[in-house]
């Protein structure tokens, strides 16, 4: 298996623009989650879906952070507008079942200028 | 409140050392226990399950105690390669009363030569 598919690895952008991260799940996963890590806050749990529905989102920090999986192998994670504040490296993650082990991508590093 | 807590080190040790990490969690019902390491620059990958009567994978021991919850870590014969960050995993009920897992901050081993 070719395991959790993130792109693009890096991204550098400008203040205010549009920002889409993508992740392709293990095949047969049921959950997948979008993870943030900085080096003051550490792994800090975005969203989960399960089975493409939006669990949980109460991890997302504000109105412009969205994300949406519309099939079993497709999620993105968009921030509009981008802040400088919203760099960091960005993971998703898939797993069979809930509370269970989790394999992630190699994740995005995003820096907003 | 969520809580998984680790000393973030780092921790130096020469090779063929024995090292141990604690961690404490804040969740007395928490059920599922887990270290995950992360490589500089990398993602996460899981190290190690923890299970109630501990148990070992080679040169790493994990253990948890329940009463006191913790969990903890042990590396014996350190190699150069063991140089990375320790995570300690843990479900927890997050603010929105969804349990998810719960990833520490990490604690940096760096084994010298």
């Known amino acids: 298996d070719a395991g959790v598919i993130q792109s693009p690895r890096h991204e550098v952008t400008e203040m205010g623009q549009e920002v889409t991260l993508r992740c392709k799940p293990i095949?047969?996963?049921?959950?997948l989650f979008w993870y943030r890590q900085t080096m003051m806050r550490g792994l800090e749990l975005l969203i989960y879906?399960?089975?493409?529905?939006?669990?949980?989102d109460s991890g997302m920090p504000e109105d412009r952070f969205s994300a949406k999986m519309p099939n079993a192998s497709f999620s993105t994670l968009k921030i509009q507008p981008s802040e400088p504040r919203d760099s960091a490296v960005y993971f998703c993650?898939?797993?069979?079942?809930?509370?269970?082990?989790?394999?992630f991508g190699a994740g995005t590093r995003l820096s907003v200028l | 409140r969520k809580e998984v807590e680790q000393d973030p080190g780092p921790f130096n040790v020469p090779e063929g050392a024995t090292v141990a990490f604690n961690c404490t969690y804040s969740?007395?019902?928490?059920?599922?226990f887990f270290w995950y390491r992360q490589d500089c620059r990398k993602e996460p990958k899981l190290l190690m399950s923890?299970?109630?009567s501990g148990n070992e994978d080679g040169r790493f021991t994990a253990q948890l105690n329940r009463a006191s919850q913790y969990i903890s870590l042990l590396i014996r014969d350190s190699k150069l390669s063991d140089s990375a960050t320790y995570l300690c995993?843990?479900?927890?009920?997050?603010?929105?009363?969804?349990?998810?897992?719960?990833f520490g901050k990490g604690t940096m081993l760096l084994v010298s030569p």
């Open positions: 969740n007395s019902a928490s059920q599922s």
């Open positions: 879906f399960n089975n493409n529905v939006p669990i949980d």
């Open positions: 993650a898939s797993s069979v079942g809930w509370i269970n082990i989790q394999y």
């Open positions: 095949s047969g996963h049921d959950y």
């Open positions: 923890v299970y109630s």
């Open positions: 995993v843990v479900n927890e009920r997050g603010n929105s009363g969804y349990s998810t897992l719960t």
